[in-house]
């Protein structure tokens, strides 16, 4: 898995990757409960997730065309963003691989 | 609280403009906002164009928060000034502590829109001199106005520090003053007045769709614990368009008693706050993850692009906007029964001479310049150095009002054409 800038302008602040399209939902939620993400809300055709803690991360997938966004938390100081979407996205490798999203 | 707050918005449904309470309201994001400031203070001066972004802030905010007051029935100072602070963090502004009497005060602020804004976007850059937040300003002071029953237009307020000049948090002074003679106020009834019988243009279906959409998403934004709203890549606003219209047509009056050489400036600077809103909102609701989700993955047809943009206008609540012709890499007439600029030129400032829409007359364009160059399917980056190159190297497009509400016309008419 592979995360990258996304089209967010703020630099740093917005990341993607991509994940299996139509995964198994119900699974990969509990992957990332598992891992201190709070389920939001699932409308418009997207999931949001939050990260627990001082810094709340949000994750948005479309489940349809298996997009997912990282949104770093605004707070994040410019100099941290890359550091902390990368940690972030270590995470979210295991997130997804446990919920057997991981693109084929 | 905040719920009843909500159900006062409404909607003049064939006309795509907004009300909370009775105070016309749309959706902008920091780009346009900071820009907008920018534009005013570079036309004006930095003292004189405060002074104007400050009263236009009281003038709008007055009008929002006494209607709403009034719908809600309270009575006290210490419940209206409440209201106020929660008002405003939930429109994505920030958060305030307002600690005013009838005989002035101070106020604090933190995560300013304004002021935080600027300073995630150029504050690595550069260093800022005056403050920032002149909406939190002329909103405290309305909400002083209207807490304690005071005179419209008299209080007075100064932002003495600012996070976007690198303080801890943005803290402000009130005094009583002389009052002005309140404007009238641009509300329902004035807009109902103003707009013209409804139509409809190509692709009506598929925009109409996709704006309700959109409409239905937005009504569920909200600011969050710091009374900020980040979605589409950048910060949001639900703003009064009352401030947004006072500030660029008293600053277009003020230029054209003064200085008449200089208004094809301020005209193309009015303008370009259109292309700067079409090319960071409209363009991060396209590419966003919400969009992809509730429309589909953009595949980059023109048609798509233009219509798409044309319902991204309507649910931001920026009139009911409809294609009456679009060529692809040729030409677009946009078509509107209705505009939030019309309607603030028509009840404060009478007919006009020329087409008075200098935001729509932008933002029109800038539609082709998304459709026609940005390589939608290969993930472009709307960055800065991408806005430059699209905007300020040569735009292949001349843009022209060529009907307008405020000239007795049945529609404001925008036609863009290839150079």
Partial sequence: MRLERDHGCRTGLTWRCDVRADPPMDRLIDAFEAHGFTLQGESFGVVNLDADGDRRHRVILVPKTGRLQLRL??????????????????????ILEEGDALPP | MLDRVLATRS????????????????????????????????????????????????????????????????????????????????????????LTQATGGEGRGTWLHYGFAWHE??????????????????????????????????????ETACIAMRAPRCE?????????????????????????????????????????????????????????????????????????????YDAWNLVRERSPASLPVIEALLRESGHVCVFNTFGGILLSPEWEGMVGKIQGDPVEIVSGC???????????????????????????????????????????????????????LAFMQLAERVPWTQRPKLTQEFYVELFRRGVPWSVKETKCIAKGDMACEVVVQKT
């Fill in chain 1, 73 to 94: 938390d605004y707070t994040t100081p410019h100099e941290e963003r890359d550091a902390e979407a990368a940690r972030v996205g270590t995470l979210l490798a295991r």
């Fill in chain 2, 11 to 98: 909607l003049l449904p064939e006309h795509d403009l907004s009300f909370l309470a009775d105070a016309p309201v749309i959706f902008h994001c920091h780009h346009f906002n900071l820009f907008l400031d920018q534009t005013i203070d570079d036309a004006l001066g930095v003292e004189a164009g405060t002074a104007l972004r400050t009263r236009a802030a009281r003038d709008a905010s007055y009008h929002l928060l006494s209607s709403l007051n009034r719908k809600l029935g309270l009575v006290t100072p210490a419940e209206r000034l409440e209201l106020a602070a929660a008002l405003f963090a939930a429109m994505g502004h920030g958060r305030l502590e307002i």
């Fill in chain 2, 121 to 158: 976007k150029y504050g690595q850059a550069v260093r800022r001199r005056f403050p920032a937040d002149a909406m939190a300003a002329g909103f405290m002071a309305a909400a002083t106005e209207v807490a304690y029953g005071l005179p419209r237009e008299s209080m007075q307020c100064t």
């Fill in chain 2, 172 to 248: 402000f002074t009130f005094k009583p003053g002389k009052a002005e003679v309140p404007e009238i106020d641009v509300g329902t009834a004035q807009a109902r007045a103003v707009v013209r019988p409804s139509f409809t243009g190509l692709y009506e279906d598929k925009i109409a769709a996709i704006a309700k959409g959109l409409r239905d998403f937005a009504g569920g934004v909200a600011g969050d614990e710091r009374g900020l709203v980040q979605a589409f890549g950048v910060f949001v606003t639900l703003h009064l368009s009352t401030y947004y219209n006072r500030i660029s």
């Fill in chain 2, 310 to 364: 044309t319902a991204i206008g309507r649910a931001l609540g920026f009139g009911h906007w409809t294609l009456a012709e679009l060529k692809p890499g040729e030409r677009l007439v946009l078509r509107t029964p209705s505009t939030y600029e019309s309607s603030y030129w028509v009840t404060r400032e009478g007919p006009a001479q020329q087409g008075m829409c200098f935001f729509v007359q932008g933002a029109a």
